[in-house]
Antibody, heavy 120, light 108 residues
Framework: QVQVIESGGRVVQPGGSLSLSCATS????????MHWVRQAPGKGLEWLAFISYDGINTYYRDSVKGRFTISRDDSKSTLFLQMNSLRFEDTAVYYC?????????????WGQGTLVTVSS | EIVMTQSPATLSVSPGERATLSCRAS??????LAWYQQKPGQAPRLLIY???TRATGVPARFSGSGSGTDFSLTISSLQSEDFAVYYC??????????FGGGTNVEIK
């Protein structure tokens, strides 16, 4: 079955950097678009970033554009999120999510999330 | 950016009763609307896509309806495992993909 496992979350100081990983299995990773979604403590879901199945197209929400970079390694079925210039408001659980079908941008598989805490 | 507004924020329902959750889009999203269920400490789970198609393994007591700007999720007879937070998400016009603020379905 599909498995999605995020890692890399930790406490980081404002202005710092962090790299998150999302290891997947149970599906052909290179066939699917992937996303990062986050959830601040006690808050709702917020979409962050998209990468197309072929890695050619990436999109970001404005608040992370220029600070976060999504990438993928199809040989390892792994998705990444490089986060720079972190702010207090980036504190959240970060989820990796898989598109249900190409060209339909909703998520049928999610990881358990990894917690990023930005604190001095 | 399309803003998704869910109501009510909290819905108190007794087990066995029917629950209807609403989601409104600030612009027409046609039928490009998904619903998710999230329980405490867990990742969201896809329930409905295309406004009305149940995802694999989702019980028939969950149904979605609507198109354009007004949508609803109905749980016909609430079971104990259905008490959770529910989110809608539009995928018609993006980036960004946007979620509603959620409806917390709690035990009355």
């Amino acid at each position: 079955q599909v498995q999605v496992i995020e890692s890399g979350g930790r406490v980081v100081q404002p202005g710092g950097s962090l790299s998150l990983s999302c290891a997947t299995s149970g599906f052909t990773f290179s066939d699917y678009n992937m996303h990062w979604v986050r959830q601040a403590p006690g808050k709702g879901l917020e979409w962050l970033a998209f990468i197309s199945y072929d890695g050619i197209n990436t999109y970001y929400r404005d608040s992370v554009k220029g600070r976060f970079t999504i990438s993928r390694d199809d040989s390892k079925s792994t998705l990444f999120l490089q986060m720079n210039s972190l702010r207090f408001e980036d504190t959240a659980v970060y989820y990796c999510a898989k598109d249900h079908e190409r060209y339909w941008y909703y998520f049928d598989s999610w990881g358990q999330g990894t917690l990023v805490t930005v604190s001095s | 950016e399309i803003v998704m507004t869910q109501s009510p924020a909290t819905l108190s329902v007794s087990p066995g009763e029917r629950a209807t959750l609403s989601c409104r889009a600030s612009q027409n999203v046609r039928s490009n609307l998904a619903w998710y269920q999230q329980k405490p400490g867990q990742a969201p789970r896809l329930l409905i896509y295309g406004a009305s198609t149940r995802a694999t393994g989702v019980p028939a007591r969950f149904s979605g309806s609507g198109s354009g700007t007004d949508f609803s999720l109905t749980i016909s007879s609430l079971q104990s495992e259905d008490f959770a937070v529910y989110y809608c998400q539009q995928y018609y016009n993006w980036p960004p993909l946007t979620f509603g603020g959620g409806t917390n379905v709690e035990i009355k």
